[in-house]
């Protein structure tokens, strides 16, 4: 009897085993395909940046140091030998809302036309989305295109607001622009393009590789690939040259789930950027609202609390926010930007200014030049992502950031000081509106203009 009860008991132990290794192996894709031809010892550390930007015809705004992003785009495609891999919160280049218009359109339709034709190159087309029911991405598919899709809703409850490419595993993009016309007319849309950089675009490459795994999965797995980890992070940064100039990078990632072993979250690499500046934080930022929004509002006090403490402990900081001011800016948005300056009323050693780019509003109603910027610059590094600053987006959804750091040169020959100066211009555009303690900005499609604030306003 005993021994039937040992075989029992050891059979148990057997099935258990095979279910624990069963359950491991289901979670964990490994990709054994897809880096075997770069060898991270010897990848590319020499590398040339471009910043790119969407700059609508209606804002009387120059590019400053920069170049169109439908020409950074298009010139990538030209770049693309072997394949390319495209992450986007939205595929609506054919534009069909504005038929009657069609040079509004036009740059979303050549670039979806230059998509198509990649397969006639025999480059292969990637590309992670959420959205099933995308004609684009049928119509790509039927071109070769490879679709991979996440069912966020059960993965996070949130959505894909990444928006990034990979070039032969070689060039790269990020930015503020999904794959939509308007970010290639009537959206002010700002990027980054890296040439020939194999050693951080690989690392960006597993990011893309990790939204593979998860394809059609219901549940995130407790183990991650090795192949997943990240090579770079806030701890370890990528030592390389940017157009010949001396720099550190490495790339960030939401939402925390998302985050394999080693990959430094985007709330992580914000706080960091924030803690090294010593004497400026540029912020230009869609939108701006620290709150929890599900089910029952509460405050999410992480960049409000990052900005705070640089403003209290930092001597002689100053911090500029430029946020947009459009149909989707929260009503309390207003309340902590002026909580935020009032920390710095009667003191000299911060300073804290906030303004509303208000872009031009149209005969049929429609603002267009919003700007869909998201970044930071400081004296020191940037931070680029893909994430309104507001609290859902940081639990919720998916989003990739990259920090840069250089040694500022009086050339202005940094992406640091380049960005700064972008920055700087839209500051001093006349579409930026300073936020008075008596005016209240009223950010709506239909209304852009200044009204008396109510008797209970902050």
Same mark, same amino acid.
């Given at each position: 009897m005993k021994s039937q009860h040992k075989s029992i008991v050891i059979f148990a132990l057997m099935c258990c085993c095979a279910v624990l290794i069963a359950l491991i192996f289901s979670a964990i894709d490994v990709w054994g395909d897809d880096e075997d031809y770069i060898d991270e010892a010897k990848c590319s550390r020499s590398c040339r940046v471009v910043l790119v930007e969407n700059i609508p015809e209606d804002l009387s705004t120059p590019y400053k140091d920069t170049v169109s992003l439908a020409t950074g785009l298009r010139d990538l495609l030209d770049k693309a030998h072997r394949s390319v891999e495209i992450v986007s919160p939205w595929w609506a280049l054919n534009s069909t809302e504005y038929e009657s218009k069609p040079p509004q359109a036009k740059q979303g339709q050549i670039l979806?036309?230059?998509?198509?034709?990649? $397969?006639?190159?025999?480059? +292969?087309?990637?590309?992670? +989305? /959420?959205?099933?029911?995308?004609? /684009?991405?049928?119509?790509l598919t039927q071109n %070769? &295109?490879?679709?991979?899709? =996440?069912?966020?809703?059960?993965?996070t409850k949130g959505h894909i607001n990444s928006s990034f490419w990979v070039v032969d595993r070689k060039h790269m993009y990020i930015g503020s622009a999904g794959m939509d016309w308007r970010s290639l007319s009537t959206m002010k849309e700002f990027g980054i393009i890296i040439y020939n950089c194999t050693c951080l675009v690989l690392d960006?490459?597993?990011?893309?590789?990790?939204?593979?795994? =998860? $394809?059609?999965?219901?549940?995130?797995?407790?183990?991650? +690939?090795?192949?997943?980890? &990240?090579?770079?992070n806030r701890d370890k940064n990528l030592q390389l040259h940017l157009n010949n100039t001396e720099a550190k990078a490495y790339i960030s990632s939401s939402p925390d789930d998302f985050?394999?072993?080693?990959? #430094?979250?985007?709330?992580?690499?914000?706080?960091?950027?924030? $803690?090294? *500046?010593? #004497?400026?934080?540029?912020i230009s930022i869609t939108n701006y609202l620290?709150? =929890?929004?599900? +089910?029952?509002?509460?405050?999410?006090?992480? !960049?409000d609390n990052m900005l705070r403490e640089a403003l209290i402990l930092k001597e002689n900081i100053k911090v500029r926010l430029l946020i947009s001011c459009w149909e989707q800016t929260d009503p309390? #948005?207003?309340?902590?930007?002026?909580?935020?300056? *009032?920390?710095?009323? /009667?003191?000299?050693?911060?300073?804290?200014?906030?303004?509303?780019?208000?872009? $031009?509003?149209?005969?049929?109603?429609? =603002?267009? %030049? !919003?700007?869909h910027n998201r970044y930071m610059v400081t004296d020191t590094s940037v931070y680029? %992502?893909?994430?309104?600053?507001? %609290?859902? /987006?940081?639990?919720?959804?998916?989003?990739v950031g990259m920090v840069i750091s250089q040694q500022v040169e009086q050339n202005n020959s940094t992406v640091v000081e380049r960005m700064k100066t972008v920055f700087e211009r839209d500051w001093h555009s006349h579409y930026s509106k300073t936020l008075q303690p008596n005016k209240i900005p009223a950010c709506s499609m239909h209304t852009v203009k200044e009204q008396p604030p109510s008797s209970d306003a902050v």
């Amino acid at each position: 009897m005993k021994s039937q009860h040992k075989s029992i008991v050891i059979f148990a132990l057997m099935c258990c085993c095979a279910v624990l290794i069963a359950l491991i192996f289901s979670a964990i894709d490994v990709w054994g395909d897809d880096e075997d031809y770069i060898d991270e010892a010897k990848c590319s550390r020499s590398c040339r940046v471009v910043l790119v930007e969407n700059i609508p015809e209606d804002l009387s705004t120059p590019y400053k140091d920069t170049v169109s992003l439908a020409t950074g785009l298009r010139d990538l495609l030209d770049k693309a030998h072997r394949s390319v891999e495209i992450v986007s919160p939205w595929w609506a280049l054919n534009s069909t809302e504005y038929e009657s218009k069609p040079p509004q359109a036009k740059q979303g339709q050549i670039l979806l036309h230059l998509l198509m034709r990649l $397969q006639s190159r025999s480059v +292969s087309l990637r590309v992670v +989305s /959420e959205l099933t029911n995308s004609s /684009e991405l049928k119509a790509l598919t039927q071109n %070769g &295109a490879e679709v991979h899709y =996440l069912n966020m809703t059960a993965l996070t409850k949130g959505h894909i607001n990444s928006s990034f490419w990979v070039v032969d595993r070689k060039h790269m993009y990020i930015g503020s622009a999904g794959m939509d016309w308007r970010s290639l007319s009537t959206m002010k849309e700002f990027g980054i393009i890296i040439y020939n950089c194999t050693c951080l675009v690989l690392d960006l490459h597993r990011i893309f590789n990790l939204y593979r795994q =998860l $394809q059609y999965k219901e549940f995130l797995p407790s183990i991650w +690939s090795k192949k997943l980890n &990240a090579l770079y992070n806030r701890d370890k940064n990528l030592q390389l040259h940017l157009n010949n100039t001396e720099a550190k990078a490495y790339i960030s990632s939401s939402p925390d789930d998302f985050c394999p072993k080693k990959r #430094t979250k985007d709330l992580e690499a914000i706080k960091r950027v924030i $803690q090294e *500046a010593k #004497t400026f934080i540029y912020i230009s930022i869609t939108n701006y609202l620290p709150m =929890l929004n599900r +089910s029952q509002p509460k405050y999410w006090s992480h !960049i409000d609390n990052m900005l705070r403490e640089a403003l209290i402990l930092k001597e002689n900081i100053k911090v500029r926010l430029l946020i947009s001011c459009w149909e989707q800016t929260d009503p309390l #948005t207003l309340n902590f930007l002026w909580s935020l300056k *009032a920390l710095c009323i /009667e003191s000299v050693s911060c300073s804290v200014e906030v303004k509303f780019f208000i872009p $031009q509003m149209q005969s049929n109603g429609y =603002l267009y %030049g !919003i700007n869909h910027n998201r970044y930071m610059v400081t004296d020191t590094s940037v931070y680029l %992502g893909n994430l309104n600053w507001v %609290g859902d /987006e940081f639990v919720y959804n998916a989003g990739v950031g990259m920090v840069i750091s250089q040694q500022v040169e009086q050339n202005n020959s940094t992406v640091v000081e380049r960005m700064k100066t972008v920055f700087e211009r839209d500051w001093h555009s006349h579409y930026s509106k300073t936020l008075q303690p008596n005016k209240i900005p009223a950010c709506s499609m239909h209304t852009v203009k200044e009204q008396p604030p109510s008797s209970d306003a902050v």
